[in-house]
């Protein structure tokens, strides 16, 4: 059977999809509500103040399109920042964009799980690619083997999901924390900030448990032909 039309396969990772669906309205109704509280800087400028201050001036900051879209691009050392974002001179824009900054920091110093992070995203990508080839066809064929390589590589995106944890939450961290002892968000709107990064927080555990509860899944319904 396959896996859009298993029954099973919706009823293991429900927990994780509603998480997410509940954790994307949660940014979004966090967003709209920090975003009509007025900054003194604008996301890009206040992305430039914290990266300057750590001496990154070698580090670019650059518009790009989509809602939320925000990332750090450690291979070019680029900040690409939203519209939203980019131009926005509240107290969501900042946040945001001093989040993606913490990594801009973290790529700077090395930070042990960024690199790690950044050395398994082609393993992630192709073992989430892969995976459901492999699975798919073990199992119509009845080759254990072929449905062993699917699990093992789809492991690598659980691996890359539960060491993204760590990366995202540091930065959400150091975004704090740069964002206080620059000055630039006073410290009775700092919530405001809290709110949006806890809320994205939890856009990333939504994705760790499914890329888990996936490979369980996985495991339980494929790892049967081995018994046949």
Known sequence: MFLGIDPWYWLMLAPALLLGMWAQAKVRSTFAEA????APLSGAAAARHVLDSAGLRDVAIEPVQGFLS???????KVLRL???VYQGQSMAAVGIAAHEAG???????RYAPLVIRN???????FGGGISFVLLIMGALMEMFGLILLGIIAYSGVVFFQLVNLPVEFNA??????QLDSLGIVPRQQQEYVNKVLNAAAWTYVAGTLQAVLTLLYFIIRFGGVSRR
């Open 103 to 109: 990594h801009a920091l973290q790529d700077a110093q």
């Open 119 to 125: 050395l398994a995203v082609p393993v992630a990508n």
């Open 35 to 38: 975003e009509r509280v007025r």
């Open 172 to 177: 959400s961290s150091r975004a704090k924390n």
């Open 82 to 84: 939203s519209p939203q």
């Open 70 to 76: 925000d990332h750090y691009d450690p291979r070019h």
